[in-house]
C-alpha cells in the first residue's frame, strides 16, 4: 500500500499528464507535421520559434494564473476594466471551445483517423455520424469533471504516450529522407514564422483556462497554502511543457523528413497519415487512428469541461450539464464545416486574441513592478487590441497593396505578424509614467 506522500506524488505527475493530454489536441499534431514539411533544411530555427509559442507562452499562461491568485481568466483580465474582463474571458472561451478549437477535434480525428480507411465517396455523411459519437463520448467524460484526472491522467494520457513514442520514434531512428530545401517564408525568416505557427495550436489561449482546472486538482489533494499551489501548478505545468516540447520536435522532425519520400503535401494531416502509412502499413494506419482520437478527444472534454464551468460561473441561472448540452452541440454542428473551413474561419480571431493574451500574461508577472495600476493596464491592452483589430480585418478582409505597404513601413515587425510588440511596449511605457505622474501630483 502506499503512503499518502507517494500517493500525493502520483497524483501530481497524473495531474501534469493530465494538463498535457488537455493540451494536446488537432492542431498539436497536424501544425508541427507540416512545418517540418514547409521548414526543411531550416526546421530547427522553425521549431525554436515553435516551441517558443507552442510550448513556453502556455506554460507562462499556466503559471501566470497561479503566480496572480486570480480565480480565472475573467478575473486576472478584469484587471483592466470588469467589462473586458467578462468580454476578453467570453471570446476567450468560445473560440477554444464551441466556436473553433473543440469542432477541430473532431474533425482532425475524423481525417486523420477514418478518411484513409472510408474513402472520399461518404465523406459527409461519414463526418456526420463520426461526429455525433465523438461529441457523446466527450460529453459523457464531461459529466464528472471532478474525475478528469483520474480517467485522463491515469488513464488515456499514458495510452497517448506510448503510441506517440512507437510512431515518432520509429521515424526518428529511420528517416524517410534526407532533408530537403525550405519552401516560402522558412526560406526567408523560419524563426518568425515557426513562432506563428506555434499560435495556431491556441495553447497559449487554452493554458489559462486549464490552469484553473489544474489548480483545482492541486486543491483537491489537500493542498491550500497559496505558495504550494503556485509550486504545484508550475511543476505541473512543466510537466506537460517538456512533454510536449519533445513530442513537437519528433513530430516536426518527421515531417521534415519525409519530403524525400512523399512529397510536399497539402495539409499536417496528409503528412501524418502517409508517413503513418509508409512506416507501418495499414497498422499505422490504425495506430495513428488512436493517437489523434486520444489526442483529440482529451482536448474536446477539457474545453467542454472548461467553458461549461466558466459560463455557469457567470450564468448561474443556466446549469453546468445545461451548458455542456449547449456546447456540445454547437461543436457537433460546426465541426461538419470541415477541417478546412474552420481553420480559416478561426485565423482572424487567433489573431485579435493571441496579443492580448500574452500581454494579460505578461502583465500578470509585472503587476508588483507598477503595483497594479489600472492605468498601466489600460494603456498596454489599449495599445494592444488597435494592433489586433488590424490584423483580424487584415486577413478577413485584406488591403490594398498600397494600404499594405503603408502600415509595414510604420510599424515594426508588422510584415511577420508581431506588429502589436512595440505598441505594447509603448503603451506600457506610457502608463507607467502616467501612473507615476499621476502619485505625484496627488
Not at 463520426?130 to 488515456?156: H, N, Q, T
Not at 503528412?271 to 474536446?300: H, M, P, R, W
Not at 513601413?409 to 510588440?421: C, M, V
Request: net charge neutral; proline share 4%; hydrophobic share 55%.
Amino acid at each position: 500500500m502506499s503512503t499518502p506522500n507517494a500517493h500525493t506524488k502520483a497524483t501530481f505527475v497524473a495531474t501534469g499528464l493530465m494538463l498535457f493530454a488537455l493540451f494536446f489536441g488537432a492542431g498539436n499534431l497536424i501544425f508541427p507535421a507540416l512545418l517540418g514539411q514547409q521548414a526543411g533544411s531550416n526546421i530547427f530555427s522553425s521549431v525554436t520559434g515553435f516551441l517558443l509559442t507552442g510550448v513556453g507562452l502556455p506554460l507562462l499562461g499556466v503559471i501566470a494564473i497561479g503566480y496572480s491568485g486570480s480565480r480565472d481568466v475573467q478575473d486576472l483580465a478584469s484587471r483592466v476594466t470588469p467589462w473586458y474582463g467578462i468580454l476578453f474571458a467570453s471570446l476567450l472561451y468560445l473560440s477554444i471551445g464551441p466556436l473553433f478549437a473543440t469542432p477541430r477535434t473532431a474533425t482532425v480525428s475524423f481525417e486523420v483517423g477514418v478518411v484513409p480507411f472510408l474513402g472520399e465517396e461518404n465523406k459527409t455523411v461519414a463526418l456526420a455520424v463520426f461526429s455525433i459519437l465523438f461529441f457523446a463520448v466527450s460529453y459523457w467524460l464531461a459529466m464528472s469533471p471532478g474525475k478528469l484526472v483520474d480517467r485522463i491522467g491515469k488513464v488515456l494520457t499514458p495510452i497517448l504516450l506510448i503510441a506517440i513514442v512507437i510512431l515518432v520514434g520509429y521515424a526518428a531512428m529511420n528517416p524517410i529522407g534526407e532533408l530537403q530545401t525550405a519552401q516560402g517564408e522558412y526560406a526567408l525568416q523560419p524563426l518568425a514564422k515557426g513562432m506563428i505557427e506555434g499560435y495556431g495550436t491556441m495553447d497559449a489561449l487554452a493554458s489559462l483556462v486549464f490552469a484553473i482546472i489544474v489548480i483545482d486538482a492541486v486543491r483537491a489533494m489537500g493542498v491550500s497554502n497559496n505558495r504550494q499551489v503556485l509550486g504545484l501548478t508550475a511543476g505541473a505545468g512543466l510537466i506537460a511543457a517538456a512533454c510536449l516540447a519533445v513530442v513537437y520536435v519528433f513530430i516536426a522532425y518527421m515531417g521534415a523528413t519525409s519530403v524525400a519520400g512523399l512529397g510536399l503535401q497539402e495539409n499536417g494531416a496528409a503528412v501524418l497519415s502517409k508517413s503513418a502509412q509508409f512506416y507501418f502499413g495499414d497498422a499505422g494506419n490504425i495506430l495513428l487512428a488512436v493517437i489523434v482520437f486520444l489526442a483529440c478527444l482529451t482536448t474536446s472534454v477539457g474545453l467542454i469541461t472548461s467553458c461549461s464551468e466558466y459560463f455557469n460561473r457567470l450564468v448561474p441561472s443556466v446549469s453546468y450539464k445545461t451548458f455542456a448540452v449547449i456546447f456540445t452541440l454547437v461543436s457537433c454542428g460546426l465541426a461538419n464545416k470541415g477541417l478546412a473551413g474552420i481553420i480559416s474561419f478561426s485565423i482572424p480571431m487567433l489573431l485579435l486574441l493571441y496579443p492580448l493574451t500574452v500581454v494579460i500574461i505578461l502583465l500578470a508577472f509585472l503587476d508588483k513592478f507598477f503595483n497594479g495600476s489600472r492605468l498601466v493596464y489600460v494603456c498596454t491592452i489599449f495599445s494592444t487590441l488597435v494592433v489586433g483589430l488590424l490584423d483580424a480585418y487584415k486577413t478577413a478582409f485584406g488591403f490594398s497593396p498600397e494600404t499594405a505597404e503603408a502600415i509595414n513601413n510604420t510599424l515594426p515587425f508588422y510584415d511577420i505578424g508581431l506588429g502589436w510588440i512595440v505598441p505594447a511596449a509603448a503603451g506600457f511605457i506610457l502608463g507607467c509614467i502616467l501612473n507615476v505622474a499621476i502619485k505625484k501630483k496627488a
